[in-house]
C-alpha cells in the first residue's frame, strides 16, 4: 500500500465531505500520486475523434469545479471530467448530503450542483490550455432556473473551445425534476437546442468538440430505445451509462442505506452494467457508450467493455481504494484483455 493510500485510509476518520476537500487540497498542492509509467499500448482507444491514452477515465463529481484535472490525470486516467458545472453558483442541498456506506462500498450523495459557477470554471479550464491531457465538462442546471435547456446551452456556449468535450448532465436525482429531461419529448427539445448552439459554434470557431448524454440506470421498458434514437437523431457523440440510483436493494447492510439521494459504488455494478447491455443492442454501434457505475476492479471495467462500452469512467471506488486504484485497474484489465485473446480493447467491446 502506497503512503497515498494510507493518506486516503486517514480521511476516513473526517466527515465524508470534509474529507474530499482535504483530499482536493492536497492534489492542487502537489501532493497527488503520480503514474510515471507508460500506458499499456492494449487500453489506447479512439472515442468520439478523441485519442484516449488508456480507456479509465474520471467520472464528474470529484472535481466539481475544474481545480484537479491535471492531478488526476497525472494520477494515471485517460480522461477527466470535471463539474457537474451550473450557469451561476450554488450551494447545493444542506449537509450532512454526503455518506459513506462502507459496509456495502458504496456512497450515498444528494449534493445537489453544488459548485462555484462557470465563470471560475471557465477560468481554470482557460489557464490550463495546451498542457495536453484529455478534459471534459459535465454541464447540468440551476435549481431555480426558469429555462433549464437554456441552462445547458449557456453552459455549451461559455466552455466550447476550453473543453475537449462535453456532457450534458440530466440524471442527477438530487435536483428536483432533472431527470424528467430523459422523457422524449424533453430530451428532443433538450439535444435540438444543443444541435443549434452547436452547429452556430461550430460554424464561428472553425472547431467541433464532442457531446455526450448522463443517463440514469433507473429506466423503463422502452425507454432505452427511445434516448437511442433521440441521441441519434441529434447526432450526439457518445452516452454514459449510467449515474447514480435512487434504488436500494435488499443487499445493503449500512444503517445509512436509508439515507435520501443517489447511491454510487459497488451496489450499483450489476444494475447499471444490465441497462449498459440495453443500450448497446438498442444502439446497434449507431452511437458510443461509455460505462460507468459501481468499477472497482479491473473485472469490473472488462465487464463493461464485454456488455458494450467503449471507454468507462469511475469514482465511488477511489474513496475506499484509494488513489492508486486506477493503475491497478489498468493493470488488471490488461491483463484480463490478453489471458482472452484481445490484441486491443476496442476487439473486446460488446463481446459479452
Known amino acids: 500500500m502506497s503512503l497515498h493510500d494510507v493518506a486516503a485510509r486517514a480521511l ?41 491514452p488508456n480507456c479509465v477515465g474520471l467520472a464528474a463529481g470529484f472535481d ?56 471560475p470554471f471557465a477560468r481554470r479550464l482557460s489557464a490550463r490550455k495546451g498542457r495536453g491531457g484529455l478534459v471534459g465538462a459535465n454541464i447540468g442546471a440551476n435549481k431555480d432556473a426558469t429555462d433549464r435547456i437554456q441552462d445547458y446551452v449557456t453552459g ?67 425507454e432505452v430505445e427511445a434516448i437511442v434514437e433521440t441521441v441519434v437523431g441529434a447526432s450526439l457523440d457518445a452516452i454514459i451509462v449510467s449515474n447514480t440510483t435512487i434504488a436500494r436493494p435488499d443487499t445493503l447492510k449500512s444503517p445509512l442505506a436509508g439515507e435520501s439521494g443517489g447511491l454510487s459504488g459497488a451496489p450499483l455494478l450489476e444494475a447499471s452494467t444490465a441497462v449498459l447491455k440495453r443500450f448497446h443492442a438498442a444502439a446497434g454501434g449507431r452511437v458510443a457508450l461509455i460505462g460507468a457505475g459501481g468499477i472497482a476492479s479491473g473485472a469490473d471495467a472488462y465487464a463493461k467493455i ?36 484481445f490484441a486491443a480493447v476496442q476487439d473486446a467491446v460488446g463481446a459479452a
Request: aromatic residues 6%; neutral net charge.
Open 12 to 52: 476516513h476518520a473526517f466527515d465524508p465531505e470534509d474529507a474530499h476537500g482535504l483530499a482536493i487540497r492536497g492534489l492542487k498542492l502537489g501532493l497527488g500520486p503520480r503514474d510515471v509509467g507508460p500506458d499499456d499500448p492494449i487500453l489506447a482507444f479512439q472515442l468520439a475523434g478523441l485519442s484516449l
Open 64 to 119: 466539481k469545479n475544474a481545480e484537479v484535472p491535471d492531478a488526476m490525470l497525472a494520477a494515471g486516467f485517460g480522461f477527466v471530467e470535471a463539474g457537474t458545472v451550473t450557469p451561476l453558483a450554488q450551494a447545493g442541498n444542506p449537509r450532512p448530503r454526503l455518506f459513506r456506506l462502507t459496509e456495502d462500498q458504496a456512497v450515498i450523495n444528494r449534493m445537489g450542483f453544488n459548485n462555484g459557477g462557470l465563470e
Open 156 to 222: 455549451l456556449t461559455r466552455l466550447w473551445g476550453l473543453s475537449d468535450y462535453f456532457t450534458a448532465n440530466i440524471s442527477s436525482p438530487n435536483t428536483p425534476g432533472l431527470r424528467a429531461l430523459q422523457t422524449k419529448a424533453a430530451l428532443e427539445e433538450l439535444l435540438g437546442r444543443l444541435a443549434e448552439a452547436r452547429a452556430t459554434l461550430k460554424a464561428q470557431s472553425g472547431r467541433d468538440y464532442p457531446i455526450f448524454l448522463k443517463v440514469a440506470p433507473d429506466l423503463e421498458d422502452g
Open 306 to 341: 464485454r456488455a458494450g462500452a467503449q471507454a468507462v469512467q469511475l469514482y465511488s471506488a477511489l474513496v475506499y481504494g484509494g488513489p492508486g486504484l486506477v493503475v491497478r485497474i489498468k493493470r488488471e484489465l490488461a491483463a484480463r484483455l490478453r489471458a482472452d485473446g
